[in-house]
């Protein structure tokens, strides 16, 4: 029997066919040619959107989200697939957020460029955003790409922080050396008339003399105190010869608090508690200094507490940024701080304490002690429920 090798056997002497047939021929192979050639468009196009490091995602008009990229799937997971609404994901609202690029690109027709900061999953996030108008399949859409800056700004923040310090730090100096002059001279004359009181005890009215002698002793106690104050602003500009030794903070902080009994005392209601961890390694530091930043956290958090409350002081092993230190945390459940003025709680003079009460240079004091140590101080807080303020120390300095 003969083999049937093709089509044109089995079409035999439909010769009239046969042109058509291979008309058709031509033009699948044409079409695969085609489609081999979009293939490899498409895959190159894949190439070039997988080495994007910006999130892009495009959204259309009614807020849904139609195509994403591989950043975008890395940062919200798999599961958060397309058409979601923007909205939701990333601002985990039910309506359209305010300064909305998406709306203002559509409406304007031309690129956006802005930036914008969103709370995702209880953090916050700072993305520099560019978001074009286009149509993607008859329909109106935008393209925006998200850059994530949250990082580079944390940076800036804390360089623009350490630049704040180090120009308040030359005005402070000058200022307490105008003061401390004259302060020693007022020291100095009510230790001079102290001194010389008892000369007059006897030819001057009792009651008399022991008002004198109450206001000199009241002059001296403040001028310690302004003594105290103008010697922390000192130290901003020219930090004190840090000496420098191996210390074990559970030990400074344990002294610590034996200086701040009295305090403590004021409020009985406070219910401290330590929880100290035991293998913590020693860490270079100035002891004194460190002590500061001890008793200003906990004077702070004391003052934090109306009456009744908990303050929770724990030390524990850590890494940050690639080196291993120590944490110590105090952490209150006093009245916490408000957003309006976390970015101030360092500044030198920033109290929210009556007059009196505060000066507002505990934090910046630290911030500094801190900085000179090449740690760190982190706040969390929540207005209303308690704040907490944690020192990274690390083990060796660089
Ligand atoms: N644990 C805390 N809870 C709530 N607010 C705090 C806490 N610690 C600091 N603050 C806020 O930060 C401000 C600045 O604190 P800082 O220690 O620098 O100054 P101060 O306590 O007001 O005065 P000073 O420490 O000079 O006596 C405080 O006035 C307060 O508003
Ligand atoms: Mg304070």
Same mark, same amino acid.
């Given at each position: 029997m003969r083999k049937i090798s093709s089509l044109e056997d089995i079409i035999g002497i439909e010769h009239s066919k046969l042109g058509f047939y291979q008309e058709l021929q031509q033009h699948i192979a044409k079409l695969k040619e085609t489609n081999r050639k979009l293939d490899e468009r498409q895959n190159e196009i894949q190439v070039l959107l997988n080495g994007l490091t910006d999130m892009m995602i495009v959204i259309a008009g009614d807020f849904t989200i139609l195509r994403t990229n591989h950043v975008f799937r890395d940062f919200?997971?798999?599961?958060?697939?397309?058409?979601?609404?923007? %909205?939701?994901?990333?601002?985990?609202?039910?309506?359209?957020?305010?300064? *909305?690029?998406?709306? /203002?690109a559509l409406h304007t027709n031309t690129t956006i460029k802005t930036s914008l900061i969103h709370e995702i999953n209880n953090n916050f996030y700072h993305f520099d955003i560019i978001a074009t108008p286009l149509e993607l399949a008859g329909e109106q859409a935008v393209q925006i790409f998200y850059r994530d800056t949250?990082?580079? &700004?944390?940076? +800036?923040?804390?360089?623009?922080?350490?630049?704040?310090?180090? /120009?308040v730090g030359t005005l402070a100096a000058g200022v307490a050396h105008e003061i401390n002059n004259p302060l020693s001279?007022? +020291?100095?004359?009510?230790?001079?008339?102290?001194?010389?009181?008892?000369?007059?005890?006897? /030819?001057?009215?009792?009651?008399?003399?022991?008002?004198? @002698?109450?206001?000199?002793?009241?002059?001296?106690?403040?001028?310690?105190? *302004?003594?105290?104050?103008?010697r922390t602003l000192l130290s901003f500009s020219r930090p004190q010869a840090a000496s420098l030794n191996p210390l074990d903070i559970n030990k400074s902080i344990q002294d610590t608090l034996f200086i701040l009994k009295h305090r403590l005392q004021e409020k009985? +209601?406070?219910?401290?508690?330590? =929880?100290?961890?035991?293998?913590?390694?020693?860490?270079?530091? $100035? @002891?004194?200094?460190?002590?500061?930043?001890?008793?200003?956290?906990?004077?702070?958090?004391? $003052?934090?507490? @109306?009456? &009744?409350? $908990?303050?929770?002081?724990?030390?524990?092993?850590?890494?940050?940024?690639?080196?291993?230190?120590?944490?110590?945390?105090? =952490? $209150?459940?006093? %009245?916490?701080?408000?957003?309006?003025?976390?970015?101030?709680?360092?500044?030198?003079?920033?109290?929210?304490?009556?007059? #009196? &009460? #505060?000066?507002?240079? #505990?934090?910046?004091?630290?911030?500094?002690?801190?900085?000179?140590?090449?740690?760190?101080?982190?706040? @969390?807080?929540?207005?209303?429920?308690?704040?907490?303020?944690?020192?990274?120390?690390?083990?060796n300095r660089s």
């Open positions: 919200f997971g798999s599961k958060k697939d397309e058409r979601a609404y923007c %909205y939701q994901l990333f601002a985990a609202k039910n309506v359209p957020c305010d300064n *909305c690029p998406v709306i /203002t949250t990082r580079d &700004k944390k940076l +800036q923040a804390k360089y623009n922080q350490a630049e704040k310090m180090a /120009t001279a007022i +020291q100095g004359f009510a230790e001079g008339i102290h001194r010389r009181l008892h000369k007059i005890e006897n /030819t001057i009215d009792q009651e008399l003399f022991n008002d004198f @002698e109450e206001y000199t002793k009241i002059i001296l106690k403040e001028c310690s105190r *302004c003594s105290a104050i103008v009985p +209601q406070i219910n401290l508690q330590l =929880k100290l961890a035991k293998d913590l390694p020693l860490i270079t530091g $100035d @002891e004194a200094q460190l002590k500061q930043v001890i008793i200003n956290l906990c004077s702070n958090a004391v $003052d934090a507490i @109306e009456t &009744k409350g $908990d303050i929770h002081i724990t030390t524990q092993k850590n890494r940050r940024n690639n080196r291993c230190g120590i944490d110590f945390t105090v =952490k $209150d459940n006093g %009245y916490g701080i408000i957003p309006e003025i976390r970015e101030k709680l360092f500044e030198p003079f920033f109290t929210t304490k009556p007059i #009196g &009460k #505060g000066v507002g240079i #505990g934090l910046s004091t630290c911030y500094s002690i801190v900085e000179n140590h090449q740690g760190e101080i982190i706040v @969390e807080s929540e207005a209303g429920k308690g704040a907490a303020f944690t020192v990274f120390l690390p083990e």
